[in-house]
């Protein structure tokens, strides 16, 4: 292992993150709150920690390998989540577990809270839980890669340790001018979404707000009520319109801006994405006017708002808790598809949930016909054996995590269908779940012991497992292991 490599990585990454925080440093010097000396003090942090970084770390090129940019990537997911818990425990707006958990939980689109009215903190800290959920929805290293134009072309081993989805979707061919383009689309998705909220009726502050944890698909709330707090059918619609279109590949985005719409008739994902919140829509709108738990109007409403939340931010317009079971199991399953490959949403992702039904499909057609050859495709092309592969193998180690998650959770004293919901709710970021953490609950009752295992199921499931898992064995930081 280069450690002089990693160090002088995670020093200018600290920076970053440093810059983050003049934001709500200068938000809070003009609101002139409480929170100025915390924001201060946790940029003194990032100075400090990036200066040591500078000091012993070396880059040149060739130094860094899959290794290094995967230890870098681990590294500076757990490194941000403890600058970011700065701002509430050194404010003493959090203890420390519970402000790791807040700050794990933005940085990841968790969206989970342990604040149970976060409209009493300073405006400068309910920005800074909200720019968490920005930032981390793209992801810490592309923001390090456009910002820092010196980190080089070394770099592309802690992209495709961050990014996200079972195939490489590379929209160019130099990765420095690939982030620029993301950032670019992210930036202008949120400023539309920001807009598009004030229209409907959101006041400038908490507009930019929902929109960064819109896009970002995290789902924190300036309010605790969430979406929910405004009762009007126009931010709902706007809400929901945003929340699909982060669910959507920024990879695709560019490919509609170079070769028009048409791209979007030929990818599959997009159209499955589409269908799922269709059918989704539909059956939680039946279900709910079925039982007469809304009249069909509000049904719709109701059903179309939490179809698209649940699946990647996790904003709540209604107490969906108090829905028939039959529509709770729906949403647990929305919860782990997800959005697309590519887009700042987690979970098991459209993608592996079209191949997975494809492989099976294949198989039985395969059972019938012993002597036939067939093969998988997406978007027209036969998709490798290897990539059919790596999303069974994606699939088991997601619902394997689930079901440990739940155990150790129920350890306890957690109910287990509580548990699961949580779980589920962790792994694929999503926010609230159901029973204990219900929309309109937060996972403040819980022990440090809970949390923490929280923590660490958010973390894995953001960056897909590998990551983080490769890095607990030990041959991996040995100094002459051949990579």
């Known amino acids: 292992m280069e450690w002089r490599v990693v160090f002088y990585f995670l020093g200018r990454i600290a920076w970053v993150c440093g810059i983050a925080l003049l934001i709500p440093f200068f938000t809070s010097a003009a609101y002139a709150d409480e929170a100025t000396f915390s924001f201060g003090l946790s940029i003194f942090c990032c100075i400090l920690i990036g200066g040591a970084g500078w000091k012993v ?116 061919p130099r990765l420095k001018e690939m982030t620029e383009a993301l950032v670019v689309i992210y930036i202008a998705l949120t400023v539309m979404a920001a807009m598009l909220f004030a229209i409907c009726g959101m006041h400038a502050f908490d507009a930019v707000n929902h929109a960064m944890t819109t896009i970002g698909t995290g789902g924190f709330s300036t309010h605790s009520d969430s979406i ?25 985005y560019y490919r509609v801006y170079i070769r028009g719409w048409k791209v979007l008739k030929e990818n599959t994902e997009f159209k499955a994405y589409l269908l799922i919140f269709a059918i989704g829509t539909m059956l939680l709108w039946l279900v709910l006017w079925w039982d007469g738990i809304y009249g069909p109007t509000e049904s719709l409403r109701y059903a179309a708002f939490q179809t698209a939340a649940i699946s990647t931010t996790g904003f709540a317009s209604a107490d969906y808790d108090r829905w028939p079971t039959f529509a709770k199991c729906l949403l647990l399953f929305l919860m782990m598809v997800g959005g697309c490959a590519g887009s700042t949403a987690a979970g098991l992702k459209v993608t592996r949930a079209v191949l997975l039904l494809r492989m099976a499909a294949a198989h039985i057609w395969q059972r019938m016909h012993p002597r036939m050859v067939v093969s998988v495709r997406m978007n027209g092309e036969v998709v490798s054996p290897g990539v059919l592969l790596r999303v069974g193998l994606f699939f088991f180690v997601y619902l394997f995590f689930i079901v440990a998650a739940s155990a150790l959770i ?67 930081w040995r100094e002459h292991k051949g990579w």
């Open 57 to 172: 770390g070396y880059m040149e090129e060739g130094l860094m390998t899959v290794r290094e940019g995967i230890a870098v990537t681990g590294l500076a997911w757990i490194m941000t989540a403890f600058l970011g818990m700065l701002p509430y425990t050194l404010g003493e707006h959090l203890s420390f577990v519970d402000g790791l958990f807040e700050s794990v939980s933005g940085f990841t689109g968790f969206g989970a809270t342990v604040l149970p009215a976060p409209e009493l903190l300073p405006e400068s800290v309910l920005l800074w839980r909200s720019l968490t959920q920005w930032l981390g929805g793209l992801g810490i290293v592309v923001f390090f890669i456009t910002l820092l134009p010196k980190a080089g072309q070394n770099v592309v081993h802690m992209y495709e340790a961050e990014s996200v989805g079972p195939t490489e979707d590379r929209m160019l």
């Open 228 to 252: 929910a707090y405004y009762d009007s059918i126009a931010i709902e619609a706007a809400v929901t319109f945003c929340i699909l279109v982060a669910g959507v590949s920024f990879a695709l």
């Open 410 to 476: 129920m350890l306890d004293g957690v109910p287990m269908f509580d548990a699961i919901g949580m779980s589920v709710s962790a792994v694929s970021t999503v926010g609230p779940a159901f029973g204990l953490v219900g929309p309109t609950e937060t996972y403040a009752p819980f022990s440090p012991f809970v949390k923490t295992v929280l923590c660490c199921i958010t973390l894995l499931g953001r960056l897909e497992f590998f990551t983080l898992l490769v890095m607990l064995r030990p041959d991996f």
